[in-house]
């Protein structure tokens, strides 16, 4: 039987590593990137890998290591992303590029360098965010570049039309991440009465929903959103 193989970006920790342990579970050697502190844990058929995706060298050295290794990929995950929060005046150049760079521009390479090597009837996801649906003043630049994660996984749709290929992107609202873990407490409470469940999804959660992108050949182009009922009133 031949090795399934996937790439997740940001696959060391929060919904990346979910999503990185539900494809081991499925059979998949999973390649992960990630930035930051060192990754240590050692996983059968997982491979950790430290890529700084605001720089396009390392970009592209990653992708020629796993093409190095597989002649194929089932599944690419594009995760990985970054929040600066700033209000609208705040932000300085750098700020936009580098959250436009991780999360837009290095992921639009990805999918074209890799696109040679992806087999009829494979999965390509991405990780966007609500915060791409309703505006928030002190995330403006992340919900712009979440927006386009979300265009742009409804435009590769054509590009893999006729392939068995679906392309989807899971829309999380609030989600206990270590990230959302050190908002404040009146920050959380907030958010809780704006959501009708009243609370922040589990990691969890949000796999399952990739879990169905992955199982339903006939979903394709989906933005869907898992958001507990946020802004329901």
């Known amino acids: 039987m031949t090795m399934k193989y996937a790439v997740v970006t940001g696959g060391t920790s929060g919904m990346g590593l979910g999503v990185a342990k539900m494809l081991l579970s499925k059979g998949y050697y ?28 390392e970009v592209y050295k990653f992708i020629d290591y ?12 594009c995760n990985a992303g970054i929040s600066i929060r700033k209000s609208f005046t705040e932000y300085e150049d750098k700020d936009w590029d580098a959250m436009m760079e991780v999360a837009v521009n290095s992921h639009y390479i ?25 505006p928030h003043a002190m995330v403006l630049a992340y919900g712009v570049t979440k927006s386009a994660v979300h265009a742009l996984c409804k435009n590769l749709v054509k590009e893999f039309e ?3 290929t679906t392309i989807n992107t899971v829309v999380p609202g609030f989600v206990e ?16 009465k704006k959501t009708a469940i009243h609370r922040f999804a589990t990691i969890d959660e949000i796999v399952d929903a990739f879990r169905f992108c992955i199982d339903n050949p006939f979903v394709n182009g989906s933005l869907i959103e898992v958001n507990g009922g946020y802004n329901y009133k």
């Not at 796993?66 to 995950?77: R, W």
């Not at 999918?111 to 609500?130: A, D, K, N, V, Y």
Request: proline residues 6%; charged residues 25%; hydrophobic residues 30%.
């Open 66 to 77: 796993v093409k190095s290794k597989t002649d194929h990929l089932d599944c690419l995950h």
């Open 30 to 57: 999973v390649f992960a990137t990630y930035v930051g502190s060192d990754f240590t844990e050692k996983i059968e058929n997982f491979e950790a890998l430290k890529i700084d995706q605001t720089n396009r060298i």
């Open 162 to 164: 006729g392939t068995g």
């Open 177 to 192: 991440t270590p990230w959302q873990k050190e908002k404040p407490e009146d920050i959380k409470q907030n958010i809780y």
């Open 110 to 134: 990805i999918c074209r360098e890799f696109f040679p090597i992806i087999p009829p009837g494979s999965r390509i996801l991405f990780t966007g965010s609500q915060m791409g649906v309703d």
